[in-house]
């Protein structure tokens, strides 16, 4: 998992946009991981926030792998609220 990055179920949409706890990451590296759907010409669909540690989004991430989920580009902009 990069320490920013997005991941997409394609039969869904449904996208998670992993990204980096920066305030804490020497510290307690941690990441937050946003959960939403993207709609065309709409703001996206934003329905949570979980904040992990480093070690469990990266399990997360290569599940999502194994379950059939892809990596894709931003699907909205970083300033979109949960």
Do not use: Y
């Not at 997409?8 to 959960?35: G, M, Y």
């Not at 939403?36 to 989004?57: E, I, N, Q, Y």
Request: aromatic letters at 10%; one cysteine or more; a positive charge.
């Amino acid at each position: 998992m990069p320490r920013h990055g997005w991941i997409q179920d394609p039969s869904t949409q449904e996208t998670k946009r992993f990204h980096a706890d920066e305030k804490n990451w020497t510290r307690d590296p941690r990441v937050f991981v946003d959960s939403g759907r993207p709609f065309p010409d709409k703001p996206p669909l934003l329905t949570t926030r979980v904040h992990l540690s480093r070690a469990t989004a990266e399990r997360l991430w290569v599940e999502l792998l194994r379950v059939g989920w892809l990596p894709c580009q931003p699907q909205w902009s970083a300033d979109a609220e949960v």
